[in-house]
């Protein structure tokens, strides 16, 4: 005979936290980079672009956009040689999710990701990620 109370469902027993999100792990259409920044940098204008189209910036207020472009010009000082800004943009980048382990800590995960991953398998050329290639690319061209 068993002791204790009767265990719950297995759905009321998982360890969920109440503010978790669930993003789609589809890219947005995102914003534009203003040219009112003066973004200079290809490294500046990739953050951007990355950042705009993310699935996080979906659900992004005004604030957000705000900070956005505010991160992006330290990047484009740090592209520029400013290296002493590596840590302040580690951190604003933290507070999006930018990392595996900054969604663990925000408890931030993506609904269709393994969905996703069987859909790309079945493309018939992957799309060029790797900086060095890109460069390649363009410069044989």
């Known amino acids: 005979m068993t002791r204790g109370p009767k265990p719950k469902e297995n759905a009321q027993r998982r360890n ?41 910036s979906a659900k992004w207020a005004e604030t957000d956009w705000a900070e956005l ?3 992006t010009t330290l990047v484009d000082a740090f592209y520029a040689g400013d290296t002493k800004l590596a840590g302040e943009i580690r951190q604003r980048t933290a507070k999006w999710g930018g990392t595996v382990e900054d969604r663990a800590r925000l408890r931030m995960s993506f609904e269709d990701q393994d969905q996703g991953e069987a859909g790309e398998s079945a493309s018939p050329e992957p799309a060029v990620t790797d900086l060095d290639e890109e460069l390649y690319r363009l410069l044989s061209e």
């Not at 978790?20 to 040219?35: C, I, K, N, V, Y």
């Open 16 to 56: 969920r936290h109440e503010h978790a999100q669930t993003l789609s792990s589809s890219t947005t259409e995102g914003r534009a980079l203003p040219p009112g920044l003066g973004i200079k940098t290809a490294g500046a204008k990739r953050f951007w672009r990355t950042w705009a189209t993310s699935p996080q």
């Open 69 to 71: 472009e505010i991160t």
